[in-house]
């Protein structure tokens, strides 16, 4: 596992991986191709394909909770983390030990509050700097770590994350044709049962015969509070929230520092 001092952090992580693997395969059976069919139908008036689903597969509510458990492992290992920075810097931890997480450096007040005036169990400038390395302010508001305590706080106050299907456009693709490229209009939020989920225009011209866009649906977490993921599968999501504690903080930051 590594540093034996880290070994509870690792613990998390690989906990928070093994929950992520087990889900990506059971939404990968569920969501398999042979369970649901995509099917496109001509209007003749605007010569348009519009793509849809049959059926559009069932999401088994649980995975909302699974979601919640990587969340709460990740976070967790932070906060393993801070405890075991504390005791490296030759101080007590104390019940409110935890890994500062900041979207501004600001105070309600708008004035600086270093992360020293938070982190008052820390005395060296060097992890303080690493800290402070790591908060969202230094990368705005897509950041992993902002995002991971958005959806984690969200997790231990209600059902998480709504979960939806739909349609992976990063899949999407067709070789090109001696006809235009179509223009392609897809449905970007959830979809729904007896809706198309997608166009395209050959601009009055005949598709050619081969025409496949490789359609694909997926699962994605539909938050209000976090809207640049609801477009966006979660797998990939979860896996640059693990790849960010992992590697980001952890590795590149917190190990070296310790024997």
């Known amino acids: 596992m590594g540093t034996s001092a880290l070994q509870g952090v690792d613990?998390?992580?690989?906990?928070?991986?093994?929950?992520?693997?087990?889900?990506?395969?059971?939404?990968?059976?569920?969501?398999?191709?042979?369970?649901?069919?995509?099917?496109?139908?001509?209007?003749?008036?605007?010569?348009?394909?519009?793509?849809?689903?049959?059926?559009?597969p069932f999401i088994v509510p649980e995975w909302s909770i699974i979601i919640g458990e990587i969340l709460f492992h990740l976070r967790s290992a932070l906060d393993h983390l801070a405890y075991q920075l504390v005791i490296f810097d030759g101080k007590v931890p104390t019940e409110q030990t935890k890994f500062p997480i900041r979207d501004s450096s600001l105070d309600k007040n708008?004035?600086?509050l270093p992360l020293r005036d938070l982190m008052t169990e820390i005395k060296s400038k060097e992890i303080l700097a690493a800290l402070d390395e790591c908060q969202p302010y230094q990368g705005g508001s897509n950041d992993p770590l902002w995002l991971l305590k958005v959806l984690?706080?969200?997790?231990k106050h209600r059902l998480l994350l709504?979960?939806?299907?739909?349609?992976?456009?990063d899949?999407?693709?067709?070789?090109?044709?001696?006809t235009p490229a179509p223009?392609?209009?897809?449905?970007?939020?959830?979809?729904?049962?007896?809706?198309?989920?997608?166009?395209?225009?050959?601009?009055?011209?005949?598709?050619?015969?081969?025409?496949?866009?490789?359609?694909?649906?997926?699962?994605?977490?539909?938050?209000?509070?976090?809207?640049?993921?609801?477009?966006?599968?979660?797998?990939?999501?979860?896996?640059?929230?693990?790849?960010?504690?992992?590697?980001?903080i952890i590795e590149q930051r917190f190990r070296p520092m310790f024997p």
């Open 183 to 248: 223009t392609v209009t897809l449905r970007t939020g959830p979809l729904k049962k007896g809706s198309p989920i997608g166009w395209f225009d050959f601009h009055g011209v005949e598709s050619p015969k081969d025409f496949n866009p490789h359609s694909a649906i997926s699962i994605a977490i539909n938050e209000a509070q976090a809207p640049m993921i609801n477009t966006d599968p979660f797998d990939g999501i979860l896996e640059q929230l693990c790849r960010h504690v992992e590697i980001d």
């Open 171 to 178: 899949k999407m693709s067709w070789e090109s044709f001696d």
């Open 152 to 155: 984690n706080n969200i997790d």
């Open 110 to 112: 708008g004035k600086t």
């Open 11 to 56: 613990l998390k992580i690989e906990r928070a991986k093994g929950h992520l693997s087990d889900l990506k395969e059971a939404v990968k059976w569920a969501f398999d191709s042979d369970r649901y069919e995509f099917r496109r139908e001509i209007d003749h008036k605007t010569r348009e394909h519009a793509l849809w689903i049959d059926p559009i």
């Open 162 to 169: 709504v979960i939806i299907c739909i349609l992976d456009t």
